[in-house]
């Protein structure tokens, strides 16, 4: 006779569930608000239990790294954390650590959105000379959405060549797409055991919102993306090493690691730190995130210099009066202001910036010219990317997806 | 935004829970009867909605087979069945198909009636000539029990090689244990998502009970039981062929394969076919089956003639009469005589079987004299069984686990 085990309830650190709030909807599927300016990220931060990345944080930062961080962590759009600071006293400890970002492949295409946490990611690797290893989750793709295993399995490899065009370091960084990894390597699956047996339908239900009719692999999901914050899921790099890892992703994806920090102790491992980024805006305003399966809201990483003028002169909100005369007088606002937001997260010159944003917001720039700056902005970089995808053929991807010791200098403290 | 497929009720063949009735329990983790002649298996077939194995369909299997049947099946100890004729028409039409059956790993050591599936399998692959795979559950049995991924590897290993030493021809036979072949083939985890989409909440809640407080291990489970049952699991045997498979195994394993049978055309796959055998009593009565984790409950492969003899003399139930003056005018009873029951399992000689029946039911033979009997015949078959599992070396067990293709004449037709 066979009896289960007691399992043990785990007390989540945050109890409530990640969709609760009259004006914004964040789960890791949707993400909504009431507002032009997009979701209020203070009270998100509070529901999530996280914490504010502010200038006392960015400044040790900066110490420990030894040069200013990405515009993207000085001008807020990463803006939140979990233990960053635990990270940075291990790291002048000369403790090591690893990075671990991911992408849902739903899509054959990605969209300029999709980039953003790859490319704090290649500076946080650049920056510390660590080893990273970026998920694609076919397998969640296959469940969430009318996508079979064949149709996944290949996006998940035509995102990877985008990814891998972002210029990531072959020999410091590792790609998987969960269909395939999990039959390359019995660790994977032996951690999604481990994890599993830690956490109940209870919990995946407050977490994630799970219901009775919801399919068995939605509910057993979240612990293939924990796994690979468990550094034994990659025996071939880590050995049997149990590191710390640093997790940059959009916020919708913290409730996936909420749970994972959760088990991390249970299993011997370290609590993962995250850095979270902001929303990457639709083209039609910052009440919804640009999004792959809505052609009109985004820009995506294949569109011709043609496409991107057009999209932006028709589609992108407007934070500009209605008349030339109310603008002239009153100025654009550039919270709203989809071409402004998108400089924001894509023109890396200050001083540039800052002299649009006052340019715009007192009327000198007008909404026509400020739509010129965003596509001359763009045109160049997925222009860019389109070149280094080119070059990224089936042979540098099988590179990127081999299982190997990676090549890097893990040991801060022999770097100094 | 991402929006969740509609995933289409299913409505399973049997919508009741497994565990329905007042006198018997029989889940795939529990069986108990308030009976000492044990569960009653005419009203099991009537709650799981399978069919007896009567008269007509063992005339039809030995017509087909050209042999007698397996005295198992002959004796009623293989009792039930779904699809029985319709795979024999496939067998008559020269369709190929191929053999399932699996254990789940929670002890070092096995016990007798471990073996009966694998007896019956045996003989099946040896009449039909055809591949089969076996599953050894130590995923299962790392989230159901107090045993870590390692234990329950390790005891997976130990399992196989007393499988083995059953007398698998090896060119025929796959073993595989799922914490290490889901790592070393991808078709696998492949087809598990294809069934955990096919399958809500709800139904495995239907199916094995499951409720909000189990882990998510345990509810995403059955789909790796079931998998493969869908050949496309094993690319190297198979290649991309949809073969009809027919699986032995102990009835309380049938609600795993009725949640199969109802994904599998959903998947283009024909439903598996089933053959059920009845519990193996423990020593102290059939109101239990014999377990592993109930060491005077069982005789193990390990036991050497002696604990055999000091197991069944002390413990084994007695179906016999309190005085001997009663026994010799009343007789034994054989529904309940756990001695008898033993040889009804491992006795193969009929006329001799029978002459014990009838000398016991009429009190010719005493207590004492059964429990003799049923000595001299398991001492020999453990004895001849541990000679065979001290053969198996790693390195045979490595040949039985290796990914390869089979040997088999599997199309029926060529056989004539």
Redesign the interface.
Known sequence: ?????Q?E?IKLEDGTNTTADDDDFVDP????SKSNAGVDYDKLIKRFGSSHIDDALIERLEKVAGKPVHPMIRRGIFFSHRDLHTLLNMVEAGKKFYLYTGRGP?SDSMHLGHLVPFIVTKWLQETFDVPLVIQLTD?EK?????LT?EQSMRMARENAKDIIAIGFDVNKTFIFA???Y?????????NI??I???????Q??GIFG???????????F??AQAAPAFSTTFPFIFGNDKLPVLIPCAIDQDPYFRMTRDVSPRLGFPKPALIHSSFFPALQGAK?KM?A??DNSAIFLTDTPKQIKTKINKHAFSGGRPTLEEHRELGGNTDTDVSFQLLRFFLYDDDELERIRVAYSTGELLSGEIKKIAIETLQPIVADHQTKRKEVTDEILEQFMALRPLNYQINMQKKK
């Open positions: 006779m066979e009896v289960a085990p399992i309830n599927w949707t993400v909504s739903s397998d296959t469940l969430w959405k009318d295993v969960n269909l395939d999990m039959g390359r390597c019995p660790a994977f699956y032996q055991i481990r599993q047996k830690c956490v109940t339908f209870n995946v239900k799970f219901g009775d009719s919801d399919v068995i692999g939605k509910i057993g979240p612990a919804t999004s399966s809505e």
